[in-house]
């Protein structure tokens, strides 16, 4: 049982460079949520999903984006990377919205130079 | 303001220690509480809801005070696997998680 599961787990990016980070869940969770933690903040939600072709935006969507083709997968798309964006990023599933129960991936560390 | 504020410590106690800390929260329509668990470099995991009347897991005893907004994590008879960051988690009014900054604990031998 694989629960969430994140690639890569690190990458360094240029600024202006493009990437997806992908996640993908077994658990058949319909709720699904990216989020980013800074040191010494709190994670922010970037984009939820409550379904498949169905998503919405977080407390930071500026500039990333989201699609929800399938139930397990939720890619995060980065088009042109800043240096804010330096972050850890972690992808979660839950049955449902608020579920005390989220499961996470164990994360992607992007550098953006 | 923020959502959800916690001292982010460190609270550094030696095995055996009881150790508490409390976590704020600003909207007071917030319905569910809970504490996450967070490892150096890894993802949180659910330690805990946290009920109105108060409950316990174990060595763990989570309060929840309405009126004054706040909650807290009370840690009896620590052990070194208990050093962690130690976050608070506060249903918000759209129903979704808002994530506290975290408290670090270390327990040292």
């Known amino acids: 049982n694989a629960g969430v599961t994140q690639t890569p787990k690190f990458r360094i990016l240029k600024i202006g460079q493009s990437m997806t980070l992908q996640c993908t869940q077994d658990m058949n969770h319909n709720y699904m949520y990216w989020y980013r933690q800074d040191p010494g903040m709190g994670l922010k939600l970037i984009y939820y999903s409550v379904g498949a072709g169905i998503t919405d935006k977080g407390e930071v969507p500026n500039g990333y984006n989201v699609s929800r083709s399938t139930t397990e997968d939720f890619p995060l798309r980065l088009e042109l990377a800043a240096p804010s964006q330096t972050s850890v990023y972690f992808c979660?599933?839950?049955?449902?919205?608020?579920?005390?129960?989220?499961?996470f991936g164990s994360g992607t560390r992007l550098t953006v130079v | 303001r923020k959502e959800v504020e916690q001292d982010p410590g460190p609270f550094n106690v030696p095995e055996g220690a009881t150790v508490a800390f409390n976590c704020t929260y600003s909207?007071?329509?917030?319905?569910?509480f809970f504490w996450y668990r967070q490892d150096c470099r890894k993802e949180p995991k659910l330690l805990m809801s946290?009920?109105?009347s108060g409950n316990e897991d174990g060595r763990f005893t989570a309060q929840l005070n309405r009126a004054s907004q706040y909650i807290s994590l009370l840690i009896r008879d620590s052990k070194l696997s208990d050093s962690a960051t130690y976050l608070c988690v506060v249903n918000s009014p759209d129903y979704k998680l808002s994530f506290g900054a975290g408290t670090t604990v270390t327990v040292r031998a």
């Open positions: 979660a599933s839950s049955y449902s919205e608020g579920a005390p129960g989220y499961t």
């Open positions: 946290v009920y109105s």
């Open positions: 909207n007071s329509a917030s319905q569910s």
